[in-house]
């Protein structure tokens, strides 16, 4: 069993920053597979980006060069530096944790690759 918790979230004027944080208790072995996603009002649950085990990472275009997804495995925490936001940013952001590796996510970040959600941190970025 794994529990994830983001912290982090808040308001911001475009062109802001905030740094997402999510903390990993339980079983790390399902976890080989981390990342975020993001759901607006409205819209289905999309992917930010993801991180395997050994450090990969992977970004939705819309975030490319914006976000930076990384790991510090001393604290079991997942983070999400985000950079220059924009009004479209604003979105739940969820941590999510994958036991069999991030599979398909590589070719197109997807949920189904993911066993654990955390409850999400909301993001609001204003113009």
């Known amino acids: 069993q794994v529990q994830l918790v983001e912290s982090g979230g808040g308001s911001v004027e475009a062109g802001g920053s905030l740094r997402l944080s999510c903390t990993v208790s339980?079983?790390?072995?399902?976890?080989?597979?981390m990342g975020w996603f993001r759901q607006a009002p409205g819209k289905e649950r999309e992917g930010v980006a993801i991180i395997d085990v050994d450090g990969m990472e992977k970004y939705a275009d819309d975030v490319k060069g914006r976000f930076t997804i990384s790991k510090d495995h001393a604290k079991s925490t997942l983070y999400l530096q985000m950079n220059s936001l924009k009004p479209d940013d604003t979105a739940m952001y969820y941590c999510?944790?994958?036991?069999?590796?991030?599979?398909?996510?590589?070719?197109?970040?997807?949920?189904?690759?993911?066993?654990?959600w955390g409850q999400g941190t909301q993001v609001t970025v204003s113009s």
């Open positions: 339980g079983n790390a072995a399902n976890t080989n597979c």
């Open positions: 999510a944790g994958g036991a069999s590796g991030c599979g398909s996510s590589w070719y197109g970040l997807s949920a189904s690759d993911f066993d654990h």
